[in-house]
T-cell receptor, first 116, second 112 residues
Framework: GAVVSQHPSRVICKSGTSVKIECRSLDFQATTMFWYRQFPKQSLMLMATSNEGSKATYEQGVEKDKFLINHASLTLSTLTVTSAHPEDSSFYIC????????????FGPGTRLTVL | KQEVTQIPAALSVPEGENLVLNCSFTDSAIYNLQWFRQDPGKGLTSLLLIQSSQREQTSGRLNASLDKSSGRSTLYIAASQPGDSATYLCACLSGAGNMLTFGGGTRLMVKP
């Protein structure tokens, strides 16, 4: 149990376009979902925390208008990278927790975004 | 602000060796510490989770220890195999916001 999926696994887009990444908890309900970004050979950095039905909480330095997060249901959160630029190219990983952020987080397989 | 450091950043060993990966953290007020494995281009696989009240956890050839007072954790891998080659990440859950803070990882290569 506790499987988290992400779609797409890889996406290549042109600069200036928007890209949506989905994160789903397949066999459990996730009250809290997290979005991380990982640059090559670096560790994961938390971008934002979202609770179902509420606005996401963004970490310092993450532009909320550029990285739109929607957590409309207990099994789905989406991250939309708006007006993507090459510097947004990264590996985006989501995780999901059944209850609060203090609960165990289950990680998705990640999405590789390449902006040309 | 919690900071997590992993040493070494990279490690190459021959098959069969026992090895230790180190993780240190600056804020000892953690709720738990978790070790993950990440294969290239892939997501995270949770290996072991140690609650703040625990001293160690074991799973197969893996043993993780936690010393909160000194801000350290170690991951011991016994009889290493080429299939163990991956990046190993440790992460601490701490702070008022229950944030999971990751270390930079140790890239392990086990040579046949």
């Amino acid at each position: 149990g506790a499987v988290v999926s992400q779609h797409p696994s890889r996406v290549i887009c042109k600069s200036g376009t928007s890209v949506k990444i989905e994160c789903r908890s397949l066999d459990f309900q996730a009250t809290t979902m997290f979005w991380y970004r990982q640059f090559p050979k670096q560790s994961l950095m938390l971008m934002a925390t979202s609770n179902e039905g509420s606005k996401a909480t963004y970490e310092q330095g993450v532009e909320k208008d550029k990285f739109l997060i929607n957590h409309a249901s207990l099994t789905l959160s989406t991250l939309t990278v708006t007006s993507a630029h090459p510097e947004d190219s990264s590996f985006y990983i989501c995780s999901a927790a059944r209850t609060s952020s203090a609960d165990t987080q289950y990680f998705g397989p990640g999405t590789r975004l390449t902006v040309l | 602000k919690q900071e997590v450091t992993q040493i070494p950043a990279a490690l190459s060993v021959p098959e069969g060796e026992n090895l230790v990966l180190n993780c240190s953290f600056t804020d000892s007020a953690i709720y738990n510490l978790q070790w993950f494995r990440q294969d290239p281009g892939k997501g995270l696989t949770s290996l072991l989770l140690i609650q703040s009240s625990q001293r160690e956890q074991t799973s197969g050839r893996l043993n993780a220890s936690l010393d909160k007072s000194s801000g350290r954790s170690t991951l011991y891998i016994a009889a290493s195999q080429p299939g163990d080659s991956a990046t190993y990440l440790c992460a601490c859950l701490s702070g008022a916001g229950n944030m999971l803070t990751f270390g930079g990882g140790t890239r392990l290569m086990v040579k046949p």
